[in-house]
Each structure stands twice: as structure tokens, then as C-alpha cells.
């Protein structure tokens, strides 16, 4: 007993450098951003406060209800797109494919692609003067139309379109990676009873790849929340406002309009939308089964 | 240290081994064990070899997904090897009339990003340098921490681990000044310690997310028969934790030599003068357009930019997989 | 908060102030800056070569897009270790780090060498704060300049350009019809707000547009004026080519050069890239300010210095200014950047024609007016483009949301 003890201690221990980073950079962060969102600090932080005045200029801003609209828009369809493509492509490369290894780096090979990067390609393939559009209406289909980069009505799902290509190869590896783990048993009994091998992927093998998916979830949120280099070398955010994100209203507040309140309070209400729609669902995924170890 | 650490192949390749034999399933690709499922049992719900309509509906899927996935690679290479009128005139399909590696060779090492015309090969070493220490410094707390939280039930520990992934959800952009404050107190601003510690808390999330779900899937079993042999918190890491961990360390370390390579605002505010990343340079050279845009510059020095994470993809990719397979499922 | 700030800054100064050798003789400075592009880095090195030669070691610090260099200069700033000398825009973008006592006043370096005298009012009142400069100008450049292609004129049929508005739209409008891009304008946020204010400036006038963006007058912003300025930028939407959101503008350029568009509203950074293809002012294009050459819409570029306390910093900084404003680099750099000299007292017979136009106008007050970043916060600046780029993109957006739009903006920012 004395022995577990002490080892306990060690886990302590080592966590406490842990909760000293957390503390001071994450924890300290977030404090911080809010204390600023409730100044009227412009460019470097001053202690005026102001109430509610940066909220009440956030939520009068027509650029910022742009921003979010948008970022709902392009997390759906990014989230949503790249864990059906990045599934398929894996359920495809689980059909024991020919080139199965070329194929996989093909897939995955965007995703060691930055967003600038990412952004940049596409922007290029998109230009209607020298891109992808120029091209085939050379071959001879004069209304094939692909400049969506420079359409206000389409600048966001160019941004989706990017995204996809830079990061469905990740869901790919993370649900191959699933696939490849699911036993060889469930396909065998499946088949003796006929089901069809569809509807097998859909309701026993989706729910088994559970973990994973939540997994893919949060890494995909994650860059949807920070979309920011990705707009910034794609559309600037244009045409217009037509494609702008919360992380690019927050950038641009920070330094270029030096609006740092404005910024923080932009930066506090994503962050509370975050954790409303997330800490639950985070919550039951991972603390729901809490782990038998330590003090067993 | 013990002995067997002392040459970590021999008992990585054996634990390794005996995490994937662990007799729920099958999870490695290794050419033994794909090999008896596929001759064994052609188990997946199609038969491979006769071609049926789905068949080719697969084939004809994998091609378009291909092509969507290669084409801005290939257009990217192809633009890269032709000269500006090349460009301007042709389609950007059109194969290079002849192998021009000149935009290359000034991407590289002539290119100007202001007064210095030395290209982006300046920060190639300054990306090494961030990169290594950073990737190490980060997995090793990701593993640590991942390892803490899934076997020791430690007070507060799961709300340490809710504040990390709720963090990771903070535009990184609003972490600037308090952090620049904060490094400059302790006198660390503007160095390549102050990067790295940078990367390390950037990292952070993702990588306590991943080790500890790679060590909720190892058995319990294995833990608790340490603990009765005496092992304590670090021996039972190092000795068997770390050697079975390679799958998810390869993870690991393609995903962070991609992000740290990445960068470009961190390296930017953080790094110093003399520290700047490749990226930085990148920037400088596809931003300064003079006349016309020379595209062919653009691509050759964003794909030489890229070059490090994509041959880590190319090498490891196979890992890669592998490395989620091991850790990632469980019921 | 502001005495912990300080007292953070103090100590990282003094750290500042250990780290650099002492034993160094030369004056190093490591000055911050943008230009990294063809035209500007050739500016810019006047400015090193001229320091170097007068003694001291210049150590170039580029970061492409002003938007990147400003933050990293920032946050050097606030991380206490700032460069020697940093560049901004002439404006308010540096009022913030001035109240909090981040950059060293130059009065005395200004009273020295006599600065003020030589200088245009408009742009020592823009570098100074409560009477004392500091920032040091180096350049004017106009930017409400209208470049044209001679041949997209001529291939359209007409022989000169209007001189009106009023008489631009239907001039455009036969541009269209032959087959060409009347307006060359590239869709990024403050080429788009440029184009307004140049608008602005010429159809209603000096005082309409000191109304607007000085005193942000909501009358003047609902006058009559103001809805003919708005109403003749609304119909220059169906004027440009679709590539042209999000290009920078010297892409933009490009179509002057190649002869495909008839005319682009920008400032005079764009003869650079006329001359790097070879075309001749007066033969290959034309410049107007404004149309009729009456009034100069000023701006520019400064540079400021961070408070150092290290004396050999200080020392580097004393000479840096002194050289920069000296008659020979004023005149090297500016005719490499395309830009005028700050000082009246140069001699400008080597600058071109279109510069000798903005000299004239820069002899009198009256001929000239600020740009708007002169005039408005950075904050109101970013809500002003805010409005003018959903108008612009926006087909269906009619002069009233546009005008709802800046008296909603200068209520909120104002």
C-alpha cells in the first residue's frame, strides 16, 4: 500500500509540470482573453473597461455574422465531407485495390501540405484567367465555369473543396487504420447470413470505428475553428466578405484594424460556442467509460 | 536504464508483436498476417478477382479520386519546369516543352527575399533546427502525459486533459501577447528555446489526445502485472510502454514534423531574427511579386518548401497507418 | 495593468541593452520593413548603402506583406527587443505603441537637422503626437492616380481621357465595347476603398472629403455629394474583368501593360512596374491625378524608432535618420521607389513627368489632401472597407446601404 502510494505520488509529480503549462499558457490565455474583451484596448492591452461595448460592436458587426454563418457552412461540409470521402477512399483501399500503397500515399499526401500551401494551389487552379477553367474552355466546353475562388456565391465552397483535398487523406489512414482492425469473423458471418456489404459497413462497422471517428472529428474542428491561413492564401476572405472566418475577423482585428478588445471578444464568444457544442459531446466520448487502471 | 532498453529494436519488434497477437484482433498489415486473411478466408464482402459491375464502379471511383488528389501535384511540377511564356500561353496541363529546372535552381539559392538573394535555402537549416528538438520535446510530452492520464488515476486529471482539448480550439493568433509578454519576463524571447517551448505547448492536445487513446487500447493486464513486478511510474514508461509505443510514436512524428515545418506565424513572431523558418521565406519570395507573378518560381520553391514533410508522407506513409491501426480501435 | 507593463518593459530593456557586444565600433541597425518586392528592395537599398557608407552596419530585416512585418515588429516591441528602426504606413497605425511610451520622440533629431521646415505640414502633423514628431517620413506618395493605356484609348476611340466622371462612365462603357477591361482594378478590400476615395476626392470635392473621414460627419456622408460619388462607383462595377477579385495590384498592372484594360486608379508605386517592362510615360501610358490634376491625395511611408536605452542603439538610430532624410538618399530612394521626396528643398529634375505633376500640386496646401489612413483610425478604417467591399461585390447593393453603411460604421467606430 505504502509502495502504490508512492508511485501515485510520482503521477502527481509529473503531472504538475503539465498543469503549470496548462495553467499559464491555455488557462492563463483564455482568462486573459476575456478580461481584454470587456476593455477598450486597441492595439496593446489597456485596463478601461467597457462592459459589454466590444460585444455589443461584435454583434453589430455584419462582417462577423458573415464570418460565423460561413464557419458553420464550411464545418459542416468539411467535417461532414471529409469523414464520408476519407471513409470511402478507405473502404475502397480495404477492397484489396491493385497499387494499394501508391494509392494511399496519393491520398495522404496533402495532408503534409500547410494550409498556405493548400491555399496557394488552389488558388492558382481556380484563377479564371490561367487555371483549370482556361483549360478545358480551350479544349472546346466554352461554359465549364470553375473560378469559384473569384464568385462571391461559390468563394466558400472553394474553401471547402481545398480543405477536402488537404485533409480527407487523414480520415482515409485513421478509418483504413479502423478498417484494417475490425475482425475477420464479422465479414464471415456476415456473409454466410447474406447481408449485403453495405449495409454491414454502415451499421456494424461504422459504429465499431466509433472511437476513431471522433478522433477524426476533433482534429477536423480543430483546423474548422482555425481557419485561417487557408482563407488568408485562398480568398482573402473575398470576394467581398463573402468568405470570411472567425479566425481571419480575429487576425485581422488584432493587428491590422488594432482592435485587440474587439478581437478578444470575438475569440471569447467562439470559444464559448466551442465549448457549448463540444464539452458534452467530448465529455461522453471520452470520460463517459472511465478507465479501470492506476488504483486497481 | 535496464538492459533491454539499452537496444530498443530487439523488445520493441517482440512487445510489438505481442500488442498485435493480443488475440482480439488482427490489426497489422505485415505481409504475414494480410497474407493468411487474404488466401485464408477472402473474408471482405466482395470477391476480388472476377470483374463485376461494382468492380469497375470501384475502379472507376478510385481513378476520380486520384485524379482529384494528384491533379494540383501534377499541375504544380509541370508549371515549376516551364518558362513564363510557356505559362502564359499554354494550357496548364501542357506538358513543359523542355526540362527548365532554371526556377528551381533560383528558388533554391538566387531568389530574392529583400536585400538578400541567397532563396529560400537560408531557412532550410533554421526549419531543421526548430523542427528537431520541437518534434522530440513534444512527442515525449504528449507520451508522457497520454501515458499518465490513461494508467494512473490521478486527482484532476481529467479536467487537466478538458482544458487541453478546449484550448486547442483557441485561435492560436490570440495566444501572441501573452506569450510574448510571458517570454520576455523570463528572458527567453526571440530565441530558439522560446520556439521550441512554442511548438511544445502548441502541440500539446493532439498529442495527449492520440497517446492516450494509443494507451487506452493497450490491456490493462499488461500494467497491472508491471506494477505487481514493482515497476514504478517512469519504469513501467520506459520499459514497457515506450517499446510498445514505436506504431504511435511513427504517428506521432509525421504529424508533427508536418505542423512544426508548416509554420509560419509562430516561427514569425517567436523564433528571433536569426532562427526564421523556411516557411518565412516562402512567404517572402511568393509575396514579392515585381511585373508579372513568376509562377514558376512560386511552385518550384513552394514544393522545395514542402519537400521535408512529403518525403516523411512518401517513406513512412505505410507506418502511418499502420501506427493508428495499432492503437486506435478498440470495442 | 500599466505599471506591471512597465515594469516588464524596463527589464526586458535592460536585457536589451546587455545582450548586444559592447565592443561593437560600428553602429549596427536592424531596420524592419516590407518592401521585399523588385521596385521597393531596390528603394530600400539606397537607404542601406547610403547608411553603410556613412558608417554604419545596416542589418535588413524583410518581411513580405505589411500585415506580417507590422506584427512581427510588434511583438518584438512588446517582447522588449525591438529592431532599431521599424516602418509603417504614415497614419495612426503606430498611435497605440506611442501612448504607451514604446517609441523614442526625434523632435530634437527634427529641431537639429531642421526637418519640419523642409517637410509638407499635412505629413509632420501625420507623424506627430501632441506636437512632437515621432515618426520619421521619408516619402509622399500620391495615390489617387489614374494610369491609363494609350492604345486600349486609342483602340477604343477616343483621344483623350475625360476629364469628368460624368463623362468617364460612358467613355468606359465604349472601352467595354471594343473588346477591352475599362477598369483595372484588383478586388482586394483597399484597392476597392482607393478607387472610392479617389472618386470621392474628385467628384465632391476637398471639403466633402474632409467632412466625411476628418470630422465623420453624418450630414456629409447623407449629402447629395456624397450619393453622386457612391452612384458613379456603383456603376464601375459592371466595368472590371472577372479575375479581378482578390489580385494585387500589380497583377493589376500587367493589363495596362499588355494593352487589355483602359485605365487603373492607384498610387504612383505603380510606375515601378511600367518601367520594369519598358514603357515610356506620356508614350505608352498616360497619368492623371485624380482626372484634371488638381488635387494630390497624399500618403506614405515612416519609419519609427523603439525606445532603446542601450546608447550605442540610440547612436545607430541618430545616424540611420539623419540618413535617410539627407537630399541624396531622399532622391536616390525615392526615384527607385516611385515615389516624391518629403523635403521641398531637393532637386527633383530627375524625376518623371508624371512626378513633376505631384511635385507642383505639392507646393500648396490647397492642392492636396490626406489619404484616408491619415485621417481615421485603423479600427474605422477596417469597418469603412468593411462596407466599401460589400458594395463593390455586391451587384444588387444600392447607394443607400452603402451610405446606411458608413453612418452605421462612424457610429460605431467614430
Known amino acids: ?74 464545418g459542416v461540409l468539411f467535417i461532414g465531407g471529409a469523414l464520408v470521402l476519407g471513409f470511402l477512399l478507405a473502404v475502397v483501399l480495404d477492397q484489396r485495390v491493385r497499387f494499394e500503397n501508391t494509392l494511399r500515399t496519393v491520398f495522404l499526401y496533402p495532408y503534409a501540405m500547410s ?22 474552355r480551350d479544349w472546346g466546353f466554352t461554359s465549364f465555369d470553375f473560378a469559384w475562388a473569384v464568385d462571391r456565391d461559390m468563394a466558400i465552397y472553394a474553401l471547402v473543396l481545398a480543405g477536402l483535398w488537404q485533409a480527407s487523406g487523414l480520415v482515409m489512414a485513421l478509418m483504413l487504420a479502423g478498417l484494417r482492425g475490425v475482425d475477420e469473423e464479422i465479414w464471415k458471418a456476415s456473409r454466410i447470413d447474406g447481408i449485403p456489404a453495405w449495409r454491414v459497413y454502415l451499421f456494424v462497422i461504422v459504429p465499431m470505428l466509433r472511437p476513431l471517428i471522433v478522433t477524426a472529428v476533433v482534429l477536423l474542428a480543430i483546423s474548422v475553428v482555425k481557419a485561417f491561413d487557408l482563407v488568408v492564401a485562398l480568398t482573402n ?60 | 536504464m535496464s538492459t533491454e532498453t539499452a537496444t530498443p529494436r530487439g523488445p520493441h519488434a517482440e512487445s510489438a508483436r505481442l500488442a498485435f497477437d ?20 477472402t473474408a471482405r464482402g466482395r470477391k476480388p478477382k472476377t470483374l463485376t459491375i461494382g468492380r469497375i464502379g470501384l475502379y472507376g471511383f478510385v481513378v476520380v479520386a486520384a485524379a482529384f488528389f494528384l491533379l494540383p501535384a501534377v499541375v504544380m511540377v509541370l508549371t515549376s519546369l516551364k518558362s513564363m511564356p510557356e505559362i502564359r500561353d499554354g494550357s496548364i496541363f501542357a506538358l513543359p516543352q523542355s526540362l527548365d529546372l532554371s526556377a528551381w535552381a533560383k528558388a533554391w539559392s538566387s531568389a530574392c527575399t529583400g536585400l ?101 487500447g493497450l490491456p490493462v493486464e499488461l500494467f497491472n502485472a508491471a506494477r505487481v513486478d514493482g515497476g514504478g511510474f517512469f519504469r513501467i514508461f520506459w520499459n514497457v510502454m515506450l517499446p510498445m509505443s514505436t506504431p504511435i510514436l511513427i504517428v506521432a512524428a509525421i504529424l508533427q514534423i508536418t505542423n512544426i515545418w508548416n509554420d509560419f506565424i509562430l516561427g514569425l513572431v517567436f523564433a528571433g531574427r536569426d532562427n526564421l523558418p523556411m516557411t518565412v521565406q516562402l512567404n517572402n519570395v511568393v509575396n514579392s511579386t515585381y511585373g508579372e507573378r513568376e509562377y514558376n518560381l512560386n511552385m518550384a520553391a513552394t514544393i522545395l518548401t514542402a519537400a521535408v514533410p512529403l518525403l516523411v508522407y512518401f517513406v513512412s506513409g505505410r507506418w502511418f497507418v499502420r501506427g493508428i491501426a495499432a492503437g486506435a480501435v478498440k470495442g | 495593468m500599466k505599471g506591471l507593463v512597465r515594469s516588464i518593459l524596463a527589464s526586458a530593456a535592460i536585457g536589451v541593452a546587455v545582450m548586444p557586444a559592447a565592443a561593437q565600433e560600428k553602429p549596427r541597425a536592424e531596420v524592419m520593413h516590407w518592401w521585399t518586392s523588385g521596385g521597393e528592395s531596390a528603394a530600400i537599398k539606397t537607404f542601406a548603402d547610403a547608411y553603410n557608407k556613412a558608417g554604419g552596419v545596416w542589418v535588413d530585416t524583410a518581411t513580405a506583406v505589411g500585415e506580417n512585418s507590422r506584427a512581427a515588429t510588434i511583438n518584438r516591441m512588446i517582447g522588449g527587443k525591438p529592431p532599431t528602426a521599424a516602418q509603417f504606413n504614415t497614419g495612426k497605425q503606430f498611435d497605440d505603441l506611442v501612448t504607451q511610451g514604446l517609441i523614442r520622440p ?28 515621432y515618426a520619421l517620413p521619408i516619402n509622399i506618395h500620391g495615390q489617387n492616380w489614374i494610369f491609363y493605356s494609350k492604345a486600349a484609348l486609342k483602340k477604343a476611340g477616343l483621344s483623350e481621357l475625360p476629364k469628368t466622371w460624368e463623362e468617364m462612365v460612358p467613355a468606359m462603357q465604349k472601352m467595354k465595347d471594343a473588346g477591352l477591361t475599362p477598369l483595372a482594378l484588383g478586388g482586394q478590400p483597399w484597392q476597392e476603398r482607393s478607387l472610392f476615395n479617389a472618386i470621392l476626392l474628385q467628384q465632391g470635392g476637398k471639403n466633402l472629403y474632409m467632412e466625411v473621414y476628418q470630422d465623420k460627419n453624418e450630414e456629409a456622408v447623407r449629402s447629395e455629394g456624397f450619393r453622386k460619388a457612391v452612384e458613379t462607383y456603383g456603376k464601375l462595377r459592371q466595368m472590371v474583368d472577372p479575375g479581378s477579385p482578390g489580385r494585387s495590384w500589380n497583377d493589376t498592372t500587367a493589363l495596362l501593360i499588355k494593352d487589355e484594360a483602359g485605365l487603373q486608379e492607384m498610387g504612383d508605386w505603380v510606375k515601378g512596374e511600367f518601367i520594369n517592362a519598358g514603357k515610356k510615360p506620356g508614350v505608352d501610358y498616360g497619368c492623371t491625378i485624380g482626372l484634371d490634376d488638381s488635387m494630390l491625395m497624399v500618403g506614405g511611408d515612416v519609419f519609427v524608432f523603439p525606445k532603446i536605452d542601450d546608447p550605442q542603439q540610440k547612436k545607430a538610430q541618430d545616424l540611420l535618420a539623419e540618413t535617410m532624410i539627407s537630399k541624396d538618399a531622399q532622391v536616390a530612394f525615392n526615384l527607385a521607389k516611385g515615389s516624391m521626396p518629403i523635403r521641398k528643398d531637393v532637386d527633383t529634375s530627375a524625376f518623371d513627368e508624371c512626378a513633376q505633376k505631384g511635385l507642383k500640386l505639392l507646393q500648396s496646401e490647397d492642392s492636396q489632401a490626406p489619404v484616408f489612413e491619415i485621417l481615421v483610425s485603423a479600427s474605422l478604417a477596417g469597418a469603412v472597407d468593411d462596407v466599401i467591399t460589400q458594395f463593390w461585390n455586391n451587384p444588387s447593393a444600392s447607394p443607400d446601404d452603402m451610405i446606411e453603411g458608413f453612418v452605421n460604421a462612424f457610429e460605431l467606430e467614430g
Open chain 2, 22 to 41: 493480443r488475440g482480439e484482433r488482427d490489426r497489422g498489415e505485415r505481409p504475414t498476417s494480410r497474407g493468411t486473411t487474404r488466401e485464408g478466408t
Open chain 1, 237 to 296: 476572405g473575398g470576394p467581398g466578405i463573402s468568405s470570411d472566418m472567425p479566425a481571419k475577423f480575429v487576425m485581422d482585428n488584432l493587428f491590422t484594424r488594432q482592435n485587440i478588445g474587439l478581437a478578444t471578444a470575438a475569440a471569447t464568444v467562439m470559444l464559448i460556442t466551442v465549448a457549448a457544442v463540444l464539452v458534452p459531446w467530448i465529455y461522453t466520448e471520452y470520460f463517459r467509460k472511465a478507465r479501470v487502471g492506476g488504483t486497481a
Open chain 1, 1 to 74: 500500500m505504502a509502495a502504490q502510494r508512492k508511485r501515485l505520488n510520482t503521477a502527481t509529480l509529473v503531472l504538475l509540470p503539465f498543469w503549470a503549462v496548462v495553467l499559464a499558457a491555455y488557462v492563463g490565455t483564455m482568462l486573459w482573453t476575456v478580461q481584454i474583451s470587456f476593455t477598450a484596448s486597441k492595439l496593446l492591452p489597456v485596463d478601461e473597461y467597457v462592459g459589454f461595448a466590444q460585444y455589443e460592436r461584435l454583434f453589430g458587426s455584419t462582417r462577423w455574422s458573415v464570418s460565423m454563418q460561413n464557419a458553420v457552412i464550411f
Open chain 3, 106 to 133: 526625434i523632435d530634437d533629431l527634427a529641431e537639429k537637422g531642421g526637418w519640419k521646415q523642409v517637410m509638407p505640414a499635412s505629413l509632420v502633423a501625420a507623424a506627430s503626437r501632441d506636437g512632437e514628431m
Open chain 1, 115 to 136: 494550409f498556405i500551401v493548400t491555399g496557394l494551389i488552389w488558388q492558382w487552379l481556380m484563377n479564371p484567367g490561367l487555371g483549370i477553367q482556361k483549360a478545358v
Open chain 2, 116 to 216: 538578400d538573394c541567397e532563396g529560400i535555402r537560408v531557412g532550410f537549416w533554421n526549419s531543421v533546427i526548430i523542427t528537431v528538438p520541437s518534434t522530440i520535446a513534444s512527442i515525449a510530452a504528449g507520451a508522457l502525459l497520454g501515458y499518465a492520464l490513461s494508467f494512473w488515476r490521478v486527482k484532476g486529471a481529467d479536467i487537466l486533459f478538458a482544458v487541453l482539448l478546449l484550448g486547442a480550439f483557441l485561435p492560436y493568433q490570440i495566444f501572441l501577447y501573452p506569450m510574448v509578454r510571458a517570454f520576455s519576463m523570463v528572458g527567453l524571447y526571440n530565441t530558439l528555446s522560446c520556439i521550441v517551448i512554442v511548438h511544445v505547448i502548441f502541440g500539446l492536445p493532439i498529442m495527449t489526445l492520440i497517446f492516450r487513446n494509443f494507451y487506452a
